[in-house]
């Protein structure tokens, strides 16, 4: 069954570092979205993307951080300077969007560590 | 702000006895998603329900959607310790294509052998 992959699955970096983190949603989706779950916290929306442009984004989603689709499969989270309150597991989700329904389906998620 | 609250929010039963956990909000939410997150890893959906009043089985899982699409429960038959994770809702508010889905906090299951 096809599945959403995410790398890498820890990422340790120092507080003002630019990081990127990658994913490769479910090959024949067209929506894709960035969440991310603070430790013991709620899954938190940040930003979708379709068409190669931003849909929706959220208060989090501030100028450090940008979304990119470089090629035909990758989708990719930058956050350009790195916060201690960035630390978070950061979740990839795809969409087909068929028939007014939208199930997204989550990668397993990229642990960001900022020291 | 939508909020979608789960409840309880931690559930300890012995094996064999029978749950539900709760999932409710004062919007109105034009589907609704139940998502299992094991720790460390991403929510792996179980189920999508659409139309108010719906009604879906997974095995011993059953997944039901208010009649007005505000609140919804999952029930489980007879709980096995496989059972036990973190059981999250998920809604969707807008029928906007690519519109975001809120979260729940969760209920925290544990099953006892």
């Known amino acids: 069954e096809p599945e959403v992959t995410q790398t890498p699955s820890h990422q340790v970096t120092q507080m003002g570092q630019e990081v990127i983190l990658r994913c490769v949603p479910i090959s024949n989706h067209l929506y894709f979205y960035w969440y991310r779950q603070i430790l013991g916290q709620k899954v938190e929306f940040l930003v979708s993307f379709y068409n190669n442009e931003i849909s929706e984004k959220s208060e989090i989603f501030d100028d450090q951080f940008s979304v990119e689709r470089p090629d035909g499969s990758n989708f990719t989270l930058k956050i350009r300077s790195t916060k201690l309150e960035d630390s978070a597991m950061y979740f990839c989700?795809?969409?087909?969007?068929?028939?007014?329904?939208?199930?997204?389906?989550f990668g397993p998620g990229t642990r960001l560590t900022v020291l | 702000t939508q909020l979608l609250e789960q409840s309880p929010q931690f559930l300890s039963i012995q094996e064999g006895e029978n749950l539900t956990v709760y999932c409710n909000s004062s919007?109105?939410?034009?589907?609704l998603q139940w998502y299992r997150q094991e720790p460390g890893e991403g929510p792996v959906l179980l189920v999508t329900v659409v139309t108010g009043g719906e009604v879906k089985k997974l095995k011993r899982l059953t997944f039901q959607f208010g009649d007005a699409r505000k609140d919804s429960s999952l029930h489980i038959t007879a709980a096995q310790p496989g059972d036990t994770g973190l059981y999250l809702c998920?809604?969707?508010?807008?029928?906007?294509?690519?519109?975001?889905?809120?979260f729940g906090s969760g209920t925290r299951l544990s099953i006892r052998p």
């Open positions: 998920a809604g969707r508010a807008s029928v906007v294509s690519a519109s975001k889905i809120i």
């Open positions: 919007s109105v939410f034009s589907s």
């Open positions: 989700a795809s969409s087909p969007w068929t028939s007014g329904t939208d199930t997204q389906y």
